[in-house]
């Protein structure tokens, strides 16, 4: 058994501790669902157990979370469609990008808001609202961009070339920084919303940038220009952490890779190394899966299948759990967390971590 497993197999069996005098009440929200992705019901503190920084933590109550979003029903669902017009994508994905966003907005009930907005033009924004016919009419403006004209090294003499969207592109850094401040703005916006999960459905090829090895950046990139795009990056999840903001992504291309997908996406947070890119489109999905393994959420990647995202994300936002636990830590650094349900053949999403009330 190795040092990891041991330390697991410690922590999963502990009696959490009694409460200290000066613990603080954190509260998080933690979806479950069966192998089919259908919330899972019916479940207690008992059933649950939280590990703060390789602490077992002490749960004081669990609350179930049923949205309907039928008329009447208490708190619908809030969702933000934010369509990427700012990153090079491949051509021909703007018709897959409004139908995917038409098919979450078809599943909206009468008692759900939705709002849309795109990362670079303006005539996407249109306010949360319960009218489909109006966030339809805002869909219908998005038009993506594919690629972007720069002038390449000296292997094309100094012309004008299409970059490819899946190899970052010094002279797109506008381009992507555009997408992540925008995703940013949108993510403090909602968080003046309370009392209910918030979400934010990204449709976008996704920023060609995963994880960079330590002081890697400093050699493959002296101008900085990754290095600027890696702290955006970082401070989308840090918002949306703090915001309690889910993100979902959705890259409308569909089936990219002849390989696997990364089956492992390094957290933002802390320096990682960086996962295994190679294969088209790596790197892309990387940056797609690690904004959703960040915040909650889940990724739609290389799968054909993108018409079920609607569906699976709108299913994400009906049935969850709010979840109190007595936090002992101090300090304002940010504070990692794992959840578990003592189920088999569960999957249980919650983010990371959390940062401190009144940390910078």
């Not at 009468?110 to 709002?115: E, I």
């Not at 909602?190 to 994880?211: N, Q, T, Y």
């Not at 795009?229 to 993100?247: G, M, N």
Request: aromatic residues 6%.
């Amino acid at each position: 058994m190795t040092l990891r497993a041991a330390a697991c197999a410690v922590f999963c069996v502990a009696v959490p501790p009694p409460a200290a005098p000066h613990a603080t009440t954190v509260v998080i929200d933690v979806s479950v669902v069966d192998r089919k992705g259908v919330p899972v019901p019916g479940l207690t503190a008992a059933d649950f157990s939280i590990v703060e920084d390789d602490r077992a933590t002490r749960i004081t109550s669990v609350e179930p979370v049923t949205v309907s979003g039928d008329p009447g029903s208490a708190g619908g669902r809030v969702a933000v469609l934010f369509l990427d017009d700012a990153t090079p994508s491949p051509t021909g994905e703007e018709r897959q990008a409004k139908e995917i966003a038409g098919r979450l907005i078809d599943g909206l009930g009468p008692g759900d808001v939705a709002g849309v907005i795109f990362a670079a033009h303006p005539s996407g924004l249109q306010a949360l609202t319960t009218d489909r016919a109006v966030l339809k009419a805002a869909v219908g403006r998005y038009r993506q961009r594919v690629g972007q004209w720069s002038t390449s090294s000296s292997d094309t003499g100094g012309r004008l070339t299409r970059g490819g969207y899946d190899r970052f592109d010094s002279a797109a850094t506008a381009l992507y920084r555009t997408t992540l401040q925008s995703l940013q703005r949108l993510i403090g916006r909602l968080a003046a919303v309370e009392d209910r999960r918030k979400a934010v459905v990204m449709i976008s090829a996704g920023v060609p940038f995963a994880p960079p090895e330590p002081r890697k950046i400093a050699t493959d990139d002296p101008t900085g220009t990754a290095d600027e795009v890696l702290e955006d990056i970082r401070a989308v999840i840090r918002a949306a952490q703090r915001a309690k903001v889910t993100i979902y992504t959705v890259d409308p291309g569909g089936l990219r890779l002849a390989s696997q997908p990364l089956d492992d996406v390094a957290s933002l947070n802390a320096e990682a190394p960086a996962p295994r890119v190679g294969a088209l489109g790596q790197a892309n999905q990387a940056f797609l899966r690690s904004l959703s393994l960040n915040t909650g959420g889940f990724a739609t990647v290389n799968t054909n299948n993108t018409s079920a995202a609607a569906t699976a994300i709108l299913r994400d936002l009906s049935g969850y759990y709010m979840v109190t636990f007595e936090s002992d830590a101090t300090g304002d650094a940010f504070r990692s967390l794992t959840v578990r349900v003592n189920r088999p053949g569960v999957t249980v999403r919650a983010r990371p971590g959390y940062w401190p009330a009144g940390a910078r």
